[in-house]
Nanobody, 118 residues
Framework: QVQLVESGGGLVEPGGSLTLSCAHS????????IGWFRQAPGKEREMVSR????????YYLDSVKGRFTISRDNAKDTVYLQMNSLKPEDTAVYYC???????????WGQGTQVTVSS
C-alpha cells in the first residue's frame, strides 16, 4: 500500500525558511516521479517541483527557482523540499505526490499547510 506522509509545514515570516518532508512507503521510488504540489485558496493545484529517479531530472516551477530545492534520502525513504526566501505568495497547502508512469497512477499525501506572513 502506497503511503505518503508530509510534515514540516508551519507559519514563517517573509524571507524565512522551511523544510518539508515526505516519508514514502509501499512502492519502489525508482519507478516513480515524486514531487511537491501546492494549492492556495481559490487557486488550482500546481506542481512546485518533481524528481524523476529514472534519469535524475528535476523540475521547478519558475516562481520558486533559486529558492526551493528538492532532494531525497534513500536510506530514510524520504523526499524533502527545502524552501528559502519564502514569500507571502508561497502560502498554500503543500502536497507530496508520487506518479507512477506506467500505468499512470497518482498517489497523494494528506497535505501540510505553509503560511508566510508577518
Amino acid at each position: 500500500q502506497v503511503q505518503l506522509v508530509e510534515s514540516g509545514g508551519g507559519l514563517v515570516e517573509p524571507g524565512g525558511s522551511l523544510t518539508l518532508s515526505c516519508a514514502h512507503s509501499g512502492f519502489a521510488l525508482d519507478f516513480y516521479v515524486i514531487g511537491w504540489f501546492r494549492q492556495a485558496p481559490g487557486k488550482e493545484r500546481e506542481m512546485v517541483s518533481r524528481l524523476a529517479s529514472s534519469d535524475g531530472s528535476i523540475y521547478y516551477l519558475d516562481s520558486v527557482k533559486g529558492r526551493f530545492t528538492i532532494s531525497r534520502d534513500n536510506a530514510k525513504d524520504t523526499v524533502y523540499l527545502q524552501m528559502n526566501s519564502l514569500k507571502p505568495e508561497d502560502t498554500a497547502v503543500y502536497y507530496c505526490n508520487a506518479h507512477q508512469v506506467v500505468p499512470p497512477i497518482d498517489y497523494w499525501g494528506q497535505g501540510t499547510q505553509v503560511t508566510v506572513s508577518s
